[in-house]
């Protein structure tokens, strides 16, 4: 493509003609129906009509003649908008042709490049019996119970269960809690409380400083100095239950219905290898649309970039969402975390464009089977019957939306089947 973006604009002239044609329309209309003094309706002078409404007869003309005009330059130049053409420098004078430009984004051109026999290498994530057995060292850790240790003071390991309060130094809102549970010596705990809590007894009472770093977690504490009161309540060790059949019975509705340590191993080595699929073969596919990227050099549509963006956006809200988390609530500049998606978004439009380029090549669509079974299945999830959602989605014009990315989706399973995929050196995840 010659062009260095993808943005156009046109200068258009309508015919003196056309548009005094036009003017006495619009003004034959307006004298029906104005109401001025001392005339009747419909008895108005045209050429009073033509200076009391001067403005009103220019903004008709221009709104029923500049988006046929500009229309038929567009097919006559072959330029298909991807956004609604922005209109401006209109030049309006009685008995001259009506001249304005027009600005607008169209699709780029450009020469699809090899996209067949690809090569990509993917990580090679082992799930053999190390991972099984820190998969299972996980359930224990979940499954396991605190039990009060007698005959000894807290030492590094054990946990002191807390009821405390604080004040932040300087002032302001003080922090009061109860049942808290502070495993010493432990790499996530802070420093001050395992010093102040090693060698504890329960009854005991604590009086310390703490100080939390700027990368704490919880955005109430980072970077601020409290002083604590701490009442030891109870100390307790940590109790894994121990690994049998009657462990494995327990977390057999986890795992998905077993009864013994060696099924419950085979369960969980299926369940391993089925992710490590799913996860190396959305890999691949994600690397497929990387190596197309960087095969094509080509400008996108901005207005096409700014919507991929919102759609980043939108998708980090939604997952905040799903979190349970408030995302007004988040400490993130919105504005900036936007603007850093604009390269990603360039290779997302840029991806989409080749995918559908390719589905032209090779003559990939989706069909009416494909669009039935994609609405069957999101049916049988929601459980709203396939009619309704049928319904639903013609009225919101979503069916075209859906048959474009079953394209895009059949696509890309096609450059998959037809891509070499490489594994690197394996490693424990």
Same mark, same amino acid.
């Given at each position: 493509? +010659?062009?260095? +973006?993808?943005?156009r604009?046109?200068?258009?002239e309508?015919?003196?003609?056309?548009?005094?044609k036009?003017?006495q329309?619009?003004?034959r209309?307006l004298a029906?129906? %104005?109401?001025?003094?001392?005339?009747?309706p419909?008895?108005?002078?045209?050429t009073?009509i033509?200076?009391?409404?001067?403005e009103?007869?220019?903004g008709?003309?221009?709104?029923?003649?500049?988006p046929?005009?500009?229309?038929?330059?567009?097919d006559?130049?072959k330029?298909?908008p991807?956004?609604r053409?922005?209109?401006?420098k209109v030049?309006?004078?009685e008995?001259?042709?009506l001249?304005?430009?027009?600005?607008?984004?169209?699709l780029p051109?450009f020469?699809l490049?090899d996209y067949?026999?690809?090569?990509?290498?993917?990580d090679?994530?082992?799930?053999g019996? %190390?991972?099984?057995?820190e998969?299972?060292?996980?359930?224990?850790?979940?499954?396991?119970?605190?039990?009060?240790?007698?005959?000894h003071?807290?030492k590094?390991?054990?946990?002191a269960?807390l009821k405390?309060?604080?004040?932040?130094e300087?002032g302001?809102?003080p922090?009061? %809690?109860?049942?808290?549970?502070? &495993?010493i010596? %432990?790499?996530?705990?802070?420093e001050?409380?395992?010093?102040n809590?090693r060698?504890? +007894?329960?009854g005991?009472?604590?009086?310390?400083?703490?100080?939390?770093?700027d990368?704490?977690p919880?955005?109430?504490?980072?970077?601020?100095?409290?002083d604590?009161?701490?009442?030891v309540?109870?100390?307790k060790?940590?109790?894994?239950?121990?690994?049998?059949?009657?462990?494995?019975v327990d977390?057999?509705?986890?795992?998905?219905?077993v009864?013994t340590?060696?099924e419950?191993?085979?369960?969980?080595?299926?369940?391993?290898?089925?992710?490590?699929?799913?996860?190396?073969?959305?890999?691949?596919?994600?690397k497929i649309?990387?190596?197309?990227?960087?095969? &094509?050099?080509?400008p996108?549509?901005?207005?096409?970039?700014? &919507?991929?963006?919102?759609?980043?956006l939108?998708?980090?809200?939604?997952?905040?969402a799903?979190q349970g988390?408030?995302?007004r609530?988040v400490n993130?500049?919105?504005?900036s975390?936007?603007?850093?998606q604009h390269?990603?978004a360039?290779?997302?439009?840029?991806a989409?464009?080749i995918?559908?380029?390719?589905a032209?090549?090779?003559k990939?669509e989706? +069909?009416?089977?494909?669009?039935?079974?994609?609405?069957?299945?999101l049916?049988? &999830?929601?459980g709203e019957?396939?009619?309704?959602?049928r319904?639903?989605l013609t009225?919101q014009?979503?069916?075209d939306?859906m048959?474009?990315?079953?394209?895009s989706d059949?696509t890309?399973?096609w450059l998959?089947?037809?891509?070499?995929?490489?594994?690197?050196a394996?490693?424990?995840?």
């Amino acid at each position: 493509m +010659t062009e260095s +973006t993808c943005k156009r604009e046109i200068e258009l002239e309508i015919p003196a003609e056309v548009v005094s044609k036009a003017s006495q329309k619009v003004e034959r209309d307006l004298a029906r129906v %104005a109401r001025i003094p001392g005339f009747r309706p419909g008895k108005a002078p045209v050429t009073l009509i033509r200076r009391r409404f001067a403005e009103d007869i220019q903004g008709e003309v221009v709104q029923s003649l500049v988006p046929e005009y500009l229309e038929k330059a567009l097919d006559e130049k072959k330029l298909v908008p991807v956004t609604r053409p922005e209109v401006d420098k209109v030049e309006f004078k009685e008995g001259e042709p009506l001249k304005f430009r027009a600005i607008f984004e169209v699709l780029p051109e450009f020469e699809l490049g090899d996209y067949k026999g690809l090569e990509v290498h993917v990580d090679e994530v082992e799930a053999g019996d %190390a991972k099984v057995d820190e998969v299972i060292e996980e359930m224990r850790e979940r499954a396991a119970t605190f039990v009060p240790v007698g005959g000894h003071a807290a030492k590094d390991g054990d946990y002191a269960l807390l009821k405390l309060s604080g004040m932040p130094e300087g002032g302001g809102e003080p922090v009061e %809690a109860d049942n808290i549970m502070c &495993h010493i010596g %432990a790499e996530e705990t802070l420093e001050s409380f395992t010093e102040n809590l090693r060698g504890a +007894t329960p009854g005991e009472t604590k009086k310390f400083q703490a100080k939390y770093p700027d990368d704490y977690p919880d955005e109430k504490l980072k970077g601020k100095t409290y002083d604590y009161t701490v009442e030891v309540q109870a100390i307790k060790e940590k109790k894994l239950p121990e690994l049998n059949d009657e462990f494995a019975v327990d977390v057999a509705k986890e795992a998905g219905g077993v009864a013994t340590v060696a099924e419950l191993r085979k369960k969980i080595q299926d369940n391993l290898e089925a992710e490590k699929e799913a996860r190396q073969s959305a890999q691949a596919r994600e690397k497929i649309l990387e190596t197309l990227v960087k095969k &094509h050099d080509f400008p996108v549509p901005e207005a096409l970039v700014e &919507h991929q963006m919102d759609v980043r956006l939108e998708r980090t809200v939604r997952s905040l969402a799903s979190q349970g988390v408030d995302p007004r609530a988040v400490n993130v500049d919105w504005v900036s975390l936007r603007k850093s998606q604009h390269d990603r978004a360039v290779d997302d439009v840029k991806a989409e464009l080749i995918i559908d380029r390719i589905a032209d090549a090779e003559k990939i669509e989706a +069909t009416d089977e494909d669009v039935e079974r994609e609405i069957n299945a999101l049916a049988e &999830h929601s459980g709203e019957s396939a009619t309704s959602l049928r319904a639903r989605l013609t009225k919101q014009g979503a069916l075209d939306r859906m048959k474009s990315k079953l394209r895009s989706d059949k696509t890309i399973e096609w450059l998959y089947s037809n891509t070499r995929i490489e594994k690197t050196a394996k490693r424990e995840e």
